[in-house]
């Protein structure tokens, strides 16, 4: 039997935003809702559709190419910026990977092209002349208070995204380059949006973040614990890979 309120989950753009495995982040949040008796429901939203921002608990925007990036900048502000706008404001966890991340911001320059992004948090991003910043990654995060966890992936961005003076990074670096290769910060946390620059995906490689987003999304304050032998395994790997153990 399903346990209570179902978690609802909205992908924009899920047909051009997402090449870095943002499929398997939708399905472990499903698989893991379903080994709770958990309900789940996947929807989406693309170019020209409206968002409604009472139709979800979770919104996700994922990565994508320039070409497909530069037509959902400019749908994201034409047809769903005040829809995400009000998500926001009225708690929806909203999570953003890689080219989705740079359009929470104010703006993604390109050379002599500037993208519009839905101002949904302070930052900005520019693509810099020199080399992308690929790699192996790992954070530090406190979602909690008092209980410092780790978030490990990879990273792979041309663009080098600062934050405003008043805005929050997701974490701070511990291997890897992080926002902008220079001052230690990844990823946005404001409330409950989140950005980061971590894939591979995300989500297999950091279950307890899966976990906390269910939970969060939800209103639940617990989530029954699960076997995460294998999870624990990947994650485990995604440190080591990152050159960081696996306490």
Known sequence: MPDGRPL???????????IYADRGNILLLEQRCAWRGIGFEASGVGLGERLDPDAADLFYIGGGQDRDQRLCALDLVETKRDGLHAAAARG?????????YQLLGHSYVLGDEELPGAGLVDLHTVREDG???????????????GEPRVLA????????????????????????????????LEGVRRDNVIGTYLHGPLLPKNAWFADWLIATATGREEL????????????????????????
């Open 8 to 18: 609802r989950v909205c992908a924009l753009y899920p047909d051009l935003m997402n």
């Open 92 to 100: 929806a966890a909203i999570l953003a990977v890689c080219g989705g």
């Open 131 to 145: 080399p992308r910043l690929i790699g192996n990654v790992a954070i530090e995060v406190e979602l909690d208070p």
């Open 153 to 184: 992936g990879f990273e792979n961005h041309g663009g080098r995204t600062r934050l405003g003076a008043a805005e929050q990074p997701l974490g701070r670096v511990l291997r890897g380059h992080g926002n902008n290769g220079r001052d230690g």
């Open 224 to 247: 029954a614990p699960l076997d995460d032998e294998l999870e624990d395994a990947a994650h485990a790997a995604a440190r080591l890979a990152a050159g960081i153990g696996t306490r």
